[in-house]
């Protein structure tokens, strides 16, 4: 179960980086 977590927490991160790259200009707004 805890590794499922995890899983789903660097799921998490590479979708969250994923959009860092796409949107650059629009990451500012959301810090």
């Known amino acids: 179960m805890i590794i ?4 789903n927490y660097f799921n998490y991160f590479l979708l969250t980086w994923f959009y860092n790259q ?10």
């Open 4 to 7: 499922l977590i995890t899983y």
């Open 22 to 31: 796409f949107f650059k200009g629009t990451k500012n707004c959301y810090t």
